[in-house]
């Protein structure tokens, strides 16, 4: 992929890595490097990032989410033009501002004025636009009474209120916003999200990283987890968002159990790949809101690398709270499900009459080897669809029922 | 956005790269800054700027030409030698300040991905400012000394124009070095000490001369030594650099080592300042 991606795409990222020498003992002074020319630095290699790809498309607003060290900052900052990415290759689409580490980097002695001038030339105006535009920076910062002070007097709220408002008035197409409404007040995080979501209705790309599962829920389109500098999983934001906090509370060995799963139906080397999972009804098709006691089903779409003899397909759908409410497999009920050679693309389609509760569902889609011995692709959590009912009693299934109403058979004996 | 912005691809932070008029601003913009920084809390602000240097030229040029009589015989001796002290002043102003600059300016390199070469060139503006400054304290006092006005006056900007590529190309070199070896500033703060005294400045090149002439050769193998006496040659008529070298052809070898350093601080900055960002 040496060429630019398609319109509609405003950041592409594909196979970045990112490594950090991390010495033992940080050698910097000359004379430790004359007198041992030869003795290599021993150093440990902190794998930031290993081949993490991904598309953000125009007008998106993107989550990117992980534990600490997992190698958001340093996509941030790789995509930022900050740090050199060992292997390859980012476009982005548009004038970029970046937010990182709670600031645009400012400098502390010189007043608020002069540093929103420096910044906003930083982040691409010229001088002239950037004094132009001073005034309104400062009306949405509210710190118009403390434009003369110097930024050390500023706090730490300040500080970033000041940053926000310079980011958001550059005019930028991606804005790349790295921890920033953790801080400051609850009036100004309400302001900032109004802006955010005036720049998302502008058309404008927002990759947001945060820790913050609801930020992420509430309001991205779609979200990628990191661990450990691999991309985990990518996807709608809220079955991202669900895996990233089961991937917070799990032991360190479920945890690496959860990601090994996760990257062997990620990578593109498998045998079997799921290359997308939905669910359906006769009525409207591929859909995301399904009608309680409609014909409904779930599919997924698998490509064959190399050739498969009698795979086994299984659907999990859970609920909210992470109960399997329903689990279909070809397995169960002795289909045959044919031989696909590699390259064959099949779309894998089961139907049921819909009697799930009302609420939110996942779809886990998998694929095994005849027998169910190996899993050759496993996509959980993928797709999220919502049932919509009214006038269910409750509980996790809505089975059809009726009601009957009649006397007891000893009052029809009293009677008769 | 009705427009679809062009896609371009990421490469990651570069020393000079992009649109050279965004260079430019950012160079500016920076060097305004720190020139206010400078003054800040001072009651006379920009007048110090000023009157700093008057009154510095005021007391060497009593010590040396009036106490010591350092110059006897040596025609404009005060003005040459405040002459030769401006342009190195220059000089250790822009290496001595360009060797933390790329450290100082560590929480922007951390945040905010630029063509890397505006930080060095930024110190560099700020010390021309300086200098310009300093050249007006030098006219008021080559009229005051009643120097006869010469058409070599109209070549003076090129030793000017050298020594500004000159240390910018040094400090390009230490400032880079600089983020990883945190021994440079005091290597390079004694070496600043020892080019103060190898290079003639508060002495005229006769005084070497007089000593040993293949001295007063070496002394202008230095590119600094050399910028410097060619300016006091075009300003007052002072022996010129080639005439002490005996032929205008040993110039190269002064302009090869400027050119050599500079080309060698250009390179190793485009090497190691991408990756300052990493390393800070």
Redesign the interface.
């Known amino acids: 992929m040496s060429s630019?991606?398609a319109?509609d795409?405003a950041v592409s990222a594909d196979g970045v890595s990112k490594s950090?020498r991390l010495p033992y003992e940080q050698v910097?002074?000359?004379?430790e490097?004359v007198l041992h020319p030869t003795r290599r630095r021993r150093h440990d290699v902190l794998r930031a990032l290993q081949h993490v790809s991904f598309e953000v498309g125009?007008g998106e607003v993107f989550g990117i989410v992980g534990r600490n060290g997992s190698g958001k900052s340093t996509l941030m900052?790789?995509?930022?033009?900050?740090?050199?990415?060992d292997a390859g290759?980012?476009?982005?689409?548009?004038?970029m501002a970046?937010f990182?580490?709670l600031?645009?980097?400012?400098?502390p002695?010189?007043t608020a004025h002069?540093n929103v001038?420096?910044?906003a030339?930083?982040?691409?105006l010229?001088?002239d636009e950037a004094r132009s535009r001073y005034g309104s920076i400062m009306d949405f910062a509210e710190l118009h009474e403390f434009a003369e002070l110097?930024l050390k007097n500023y706090s730490s709220g300040m500080q970033v209120r000041l940053a926000f408002s310079v980011m958001v008035h550059v005019d930028a197409?991606l804005l790349l916003i790295d921890e920033v409404l953790a801080v400051g007040d609850a009036a100004f995080q309400q302001k900032c999200y109004d802006a955010l979501d005036r720049a998302r209705n502008?058309?404008?790309t927002i990759l947001l990283v945060t820790h913050d599962m609801e930020q992420v829920q509430r309001f991205c389109d779609r979200a990628l987890l990191l661990d450990r500098g691999r991309l985990v999983a990518i996807g709608d934001s809220r079955s991202v968002g669900r895996q990233y906090t089961q991937l917070n509370f799990a032991t360190p060995s479920q945890r690496e159990a959860i990601v090994a799963a996760r990257l062997r139906n990620a990578g593109d080397t498998g045998v079997v790949v799921i290359v997308d999972a939905w669910a359906q009804s006769k009525a409207d098709g591929r859909t995301t809101l399904l009608k309680l006691g409609e014909a409904s089903g779930v599919a997924m779409r698998v490509r064959f690398a190399t050739p498969v003899e009698e795979p086994v397909f299984t659907f999990r759908l859970t609920d909210e709270h992470q109960r399997l409410v329903l689990a279909m497999s070809t397995d169960r009920r002795g289909y045959r499900t044919g031989s696909h050679a590699g390259g064959d693309e099949i779309d894998v389609a089961v139907g049921f009459l819909n009697h799930l509760a009302p609420g939110r569902y996942w779809i886990t889609a998998q694929v095994a080897q005849a027998g169910a011995t190996e899993v050759l692709a496993l996509r959980e959590d993928a797709y999220s669809f919502v049932v919509d009912g009214a006038g269910a009693g409750g509980g996790i299934v809505a089975l059809p029922h009726h009601f009957e109403i009649t006397p007891a058979p000893s009052m029809q004996q009293g009677h008769a | 956005m009705s427009t679809i912005p062009e896609a371009y691809r990421v490469r990651g932070p570069s020393a000079v790269g992009g649109d050279a008029r965004r260079f430019w601003n950012l160079a500016r913009t920076l060097a305004t800054m720190d020139w206010k920084v400078r003054f800040y809390g001072s009651a006379l602000g920009y007048v110090w700027s000023l009157l700093r240097p008057l009154m510095l030229f005021g007391i060497v040029y009593f010590v040396f030409a009036e106490v010591l009589d350092a110059g006897r015989g040596i025609p404009h001796y005060g003005v040459i030698l405040l002459l030769a002290m401006i342009m190195y002043f220059f000089f250790s102003e822009v290496t001595g300040t360009g060797v933390t600059a790329m450290v100082d300016r560590e929480s922007l390199l951390r945040k905010v991905g630029f063509p890397r070469a505006v930080v060095p060139l930024a110190v560099a503006l700020v010390a021309a400012m300086n200098l310009a400054l300093n050249l007006v304290v030098l006219v008021i006092f080559v009229a005051l000394t009643g120097v006869e006005p010469r058409w070599s006056w109209l070549l003076l900007p090129i030793p000017f124009a050298l020594l500004l590529v000159f240390a910018t190309g040094v400090s390009m070199l230490l400032s880079a070095l600089y983020v990883r070896y945190r021994d440079v500033r005091p290597i390079w703060e004694v070496v600043l000490q020892a080019l103060f005294y190898a290079t003639p400045v508060l002495y005229p090149i006769e005084a070497v001369i007089d000593q040993s002439e293949t001295l007063a050769k070496i002394a202008l193998l230095n590119p600094l030594a050399t910028l410097i006496q060619e300016s006091r040659h075009l300003l007052t008529g002072a022996p010129s650099a080639e005439s002490v070298l005996g032929s205008p052809t040993l110039l190269l070898a002064p302009l090869a080592v400027l050119v050599a350093v500079t080309w060698l601080g250009v390179k190793v900055f485009d090497r190691m300042a991408p990756l300052a960002a990493e390393e800070l």
Do not use: H
């Open positions: 630019p991606p319109d795409v950090f910097s002074t000359l004379k490097q125009r900052k790789c995509l930022a033009g900050i740090y050199r990415a290759e980012m476009w982005l689409r548009g004038r970046p990182i580490e600031g645009v980097g400012f400098n002695d010189l002069d001038l420096i910044n030339v930083m982040l691409g010229t001088p110097k197409d502008e058309g404008r």
